[in-house]
């Protein structure tokens, strides 16, 4: 039988110099509400294959990725359920940014004007943003 | 509906100085071998919280979990099917060493003398030592 563990997803920070790309969510839970690109990981991609592809989906933009940030496995972080975000820092490499997909927007902001964030993003930012750059 | 995600599991190093601990695995796959302690995550619970119970399980140590040593994702890494583990550093924090539950023996070995290993644990274990320690 297969055993039940957490959902998996994967949240990036796509930075460039003092800013990081924010995506305003198209459904629930927070629709309306700004948030790192992100989502489930399909099963037989690497976390940072789904890190790309969610990046692209969301933002329209090509990334290459960087640094793990971290693993954020509150059972409560995510209302639907119990959700485990693998975070990882990126930066741009291709593309044009545009919502598309679960956003309705993307759009660059600067670390130090960032709206109120759904999940435990804003978490997750000060996490990214608090080291060494990748 | 619930999305389908890959299997999340958590790998512990537990490290005293020169030494790691390895159990060797009572159920297939690699039945037989020696493995780092670790297993799947509980919906619930957090990385942090299944590591902890984990090597309680299989080792009979309490450990204080360290640094995030990374996370291993390859769809191939488990011949059963896609999981996702999470390994941490950790360090021996009250308890007896010996096997238990999915574990037919446990023991400390030096990190230059280790025997041939199930999944991608001598990856992880290069990558948890071959940083400063937690």
Redesign the interface.
Known sequence: M????????VDIVIRRGQEVVLIRRRNPPFRGSYALPGG?????????QAARREAREETGLRVAIGR?V??Y???RRDPR??S?A?AFLARPAGGRLQGGDDATEARWFHHRRLPPLAFDHRRILRDALSRRAT
Chains 1, 2 share one sequence.
């Open positions: 297969r055993p039940v563990t957490p959902l998996l997803v489930f990981v399909d099963v037989g991609e690497t976390v940072e793990l971290g693993v496995s509150d059972p359920g119990h485990v693998v």
